[in-house]
């Protein structure tokens, strides 16, 4: 699951841009490639999404995990509904929600010591180094 998370955020943006510049070729950019990238980045965005519910679907299937009785969002919910709804139930994590914030922790962390450290200024011409 940590794999396919990390693969939202890498592999299916790099493999976008890489099917787009083939597509591109020398010149001033087109819109024919742009599209190409947008489309493809959406496809497999949503096909690594399939691919993660099926494999928390698995894994609280092997785990003998089950489904909580009522389940909202938590911006579909009142701060009413913050309140457990019996006594002694609480809302758990599961393993894929664990791995998906594990895996946005690491991209933010990875794009702010990317931006604060190795990228370059466009006010003072600095290599960023």
């Excluded at 083939?22 to 990238?37: A, H, N, T, Y």
Aim: hydrophobic share 50%.
């Amino acid at each position: 699951m940590l794999a396919v998370a990390l693969n939202v955020w890498t592999g299916s943006p790099l493999l976008a841009l890489w099917i787009g510049s083939r597509l591109q070729g020398s010149g001033p950019p087109k819109m024919g490639p742009v599209f190409v990238v947008v489309v493809t980045f959406a496809v497999l965005s949503f096909a690594l999404a399939g691919v993660l519910a099926r494999l928390g679907d698995a894994y609280n299937r092997r785990t003998g995990q089950t489904a909580q009785v009522h389940r909202h969002v938590a911006w579909l919910r009142s701060m009413r509904g913050e309140r457990p709804q019996y006594p002694g139930d609480r809302g758990e994590v599961t393993a894929l929600e664990q791995i998906l914030i594990i895996a946005v922790v690491v991209c933010i962390l990875a794009f702010e010591i990317w931006f604060f450290f190795f990228s370059g200024s466009p006010i003072d011409q600095r290599s960023g180094r």
